[in-house]
């Protein structure tokens, strides 16, 4: 039988490439943490993973493999992801184990175990604005140290996917392989665009004609207040707007100990909205009641407006939709934000640093097992993440749609180029990334940064400049705190 072909023949490649990483462990100078820290079970050496979401896979509660979700429509991939989990604690000498917190607790755990030195677990899955703090103090073991340079985390990154920071010259950070990441991209109406006799912006995007001028040029001939009711050539929500339109101009403001606030790139970003909103009155007005309301375009009432999948998808937000759970009766695209004066298309990034991510706190046994055996176990897929698509599929050529991707599709309405664009266009925004924390510095740092926003900008009551200068000193003060 094909499938039991399948499960057969891919043990044997687990195997091998098990193998192949076996000599990682023994990382010439590889710290060993604080003596006595490790947990044992039997003899075996119990990895404890914490993190503030329950983990069916890899079964470490000694759950039958029939008990857990999600076993029934997919049996094949986790009968192999269980033979894995065996297999790598047999070649280790090692059990796992998982332990559930809160999203705060995991956070107070890693702060507790930190200052004890006697961390309750090994490896912590936490939020990105948690986990920056102990990588950007070096609380945590940079990866660097523990595991070799041929490491798939800063090779082909098919495994796990390492951040850098880029005031630091190591890895102490690091998250699973995402296939659909979530992007924050430009929506837009084609129905409406096509209306006016406007081309595709994504076409624009191709041939190097998508920029800032083109977009107002856009939104100026898409507004019309005289209509009932009145549609605007943008809307959106300004945070995920701020960062699109900053990394489309080569722009930040906390991705490096200085800076980039003050910097004529991001002035030329704050200086967008201000025309957007109040020199050109193409956006509609900001709403500071109702933050949902700001990204109302599911009754045809703005051309452009914040896309994600989980925007596209939902029906409980106001204005959101366009996917399966909430169809929309016209057609939409996404496109990457458009090419600012100071930005390059070929250089710029378009997604931003986000999510979970997971750390090794100082003081844990032996680091370079602990991170070994955590990745081989991850990789029961050989290195290949399309292998996880060869289970539980009648015809190989025939492979399921991702949920990210289905949704691009049923926002395009039936118009296949328009789907493929979105699809493409999707994928590559989602692998350029940059960092940019600015966000993280409200609720991190400096308290006199917690009214940070744009609004005053929008609604007239603050210039761009007044703006800088305005919160000039208390990014300072935020940087200071987190970059030390």
Not at 231 to 254: E, K, P
Request: proline share 5%; with cysteine.
């Amino acid at each position: 039988m094909k499938r039991a072909t399948l499960f057969i023949a891919l043990l044997l490649v687990l195997a091998m490439t098990s193998a192949a990483f076996a000599s990682v462990v023994d990382v010439p100078g590889a710290p060993l943490g604080t003596a006595g820290q490790g947990k044992y079970d039997g003899g075996a050496r119990v990895i404890r993973v914490a993190g503030w979401y329950d983990r069916a896979y890899p079964y470490f509660s000694g759950m039958e493999l029939e008990d857990l979700d999600g076993y029934f429509t997919s049996p094949e991939s986790y009968e192999v992801r269980y033979g894995r989990l065996k297999e790598i604690e047999e070649k280790y000498n090692v059990r796992f184990e998982v332990v559930r917190t809160t999203f705060e607790g995991a956070q107070i755990s890693i702060d507790e175990g930190i200052l004890s030195g006697r961390p309750e677990a090994d490896i912590y899955e936490v939020d990105i604005n948690f986990a920056m703090t102990y990588a950007l103090n070096e609380y945590v073991y940079a990866l660097d140290d523990i595991t070799l340079p041929d490491d798939d985390v800063f090779t082909t990154q098919q495994i796990f996917q390492g951040l850098k920071f880029p005031s630091q010259d190591k890895t102490y950070m690091w998250q699973d392989y995402v296939e659909s990441a979530t992007v924050y991209m430009l929506g837009f109406n084609w129905t409406l665009l096509q209306s006016k006799g406007l081309e595709n912006p994504q076409d624009l995007w191709d041939r190097g004609e998508w920029t800032w001028n083109v977009f107002l040029d856009y939104c100026a001939k898409l507004t019309d207040l005289t209509a009932n009711p009145p549609v605007y050539g943008f809307t959106g929500f300004w945070t995920n707007h701020l960062n699109g339109f900053l990394r489309s101009n080569g722009a930040q403001i906390a991705a490096t100990p200085e800076g980039g606030l003050m910097s004529a790139a991001t002035g030329e970003a704050l200086d967008l909205f201000k025309q957007m909103y109040q020199d050109l009155k193409i956006a509609r007005p900001w709403n500071t009641e109702d933050w949902a309301s700001n990204n109302y375009y599911s009754d045809g009432s703005a051309a452009f407006f914040t896309a994600a999948n989980w925007i596209l998808n939902d029906s409980g937000s106001a204005g959101s939709g366009g996917g399966m759970d909430h169809p929309l009766n016209f057609e939409i695209g996404v496109v990457p934000y458009p090419v600012g004066p100071s930005g390059n298309q070929e250089t710029n990034t378009h997604n931003t640093v986000n999510g979970n991510y997971y750390v090794i706190p100082k003081g844990v046994e032996d680091p370079a097992l602990v991170y070994a055996a955590w990745r081989d176990l991850t990789n029961w897929y050989g290195g290949d993440f399309e292998n996880t698509k060869q289970y539980d599929v009648l015809d190989p050529d025939d492979l399921p749609l991702t949920w990210n991707d289905e949704i691009l599709i049923t926002c395009a309405h039936g118009d296949e180029v328009l789907a493929e664009n979105n699809i493409r266009l999707n994928h590559m925004m989602a692998r350029s990334v940059s960092f940019d924390p600015w966000e993280s510095m409200t609720s991190l740092a400096a308290s006199d940064t917690q009214n940070f926003g744009l609004s005053d900008i929008m609604t007239g009551d603050m210039t761009p400049a007044q703006f800088q200068e305005t919160f000039k000193q208390p990014m300072e003060n935020a940087l200071k705190t987190v970059y030390k």
